[in-house]
């Protein structure tokens, strides 16, 4: 028994990203990669920029992820230059990480979140402008009132 097929079109990927479509004809048509898929990539969403967080407490850094599955890691920015990793690695589709910021993390008003993935360091994103870090206030003893023994706190 003899077959006879019959081919309508061969697609082929090449290296530089480019897919040739051979169309009926025989003819090779060049088309951009893009056209089929929708890249990966990373937003961070907070902190984007404008706030101002205190050294010691809790704060969530979120993002969205489009075509994007493994880990990403996350790092502090300060005046544009890494100077923390926050954490190497967390799902990336998890969309957010609470941070407890050190009560030695030095204050400033220039810093700013980079998440990357840990799989292509070209799928990245940073906040769009900076955010402030400050120092939590101090508490101090207050002397005793008058004929109370009890050493109070109060903040500055």
Same mark, same amino acid.
């Given at each position: 028994m003899r077959y006879r097929v019959r081919i309508k079109s061969v697609k082929?990927?090449?290296?530089?990203?480019q897919l040739v479509t051979m169309n009926q004809g025989g003819t090779p048509v060049m088309?951009?990669?893009k056209n089929y898929f929708s890249?990966?990539?990373?937003i961070v969403t907070s902190p984007n920029g404008g706030q101002s967080w205190v050294t010691g407490t809790k704060h969530a850094i979120t993002w969205s992820v489009t075509n994007l599955t493994g880990y990403v890691k996350i790092e502090l920015l300060k005046s544009g230059s890494p100077v923390k990793t926050i954490i190497s690695s967390v799902a990336a589709g998890s969309g957010s990480y609470n941070w407890s910021i050190p009560t030695s993390q030095s204050s400033?008003? $220039?810093? /700013?979140? /980079?998440?990357? !993935?840990? !799989?292509? !360091?070209?799928? !990245? $994103?940073?906040?769009?402008t900076n955010f402030t870090i400050t120092p939590a206030k /101090?508490?101090?003893?207050?002397?005793p009132r008058r004929g109370d023994r009890s050493g109070e706190m109060t903040s500055e």
């Open positions: 082929s990927m090449m290296p530089d990203g088309e951009n990669i890249p990966a990539s990373i400033g008003s $220039d810093y /700013r979140i /980079r998440i990357t !993935s840990t !799989s292509n !360091s070209a799928v !990245s $994103d940073t906040s769009d /101090r508490k101090y003893p207050m002397p």
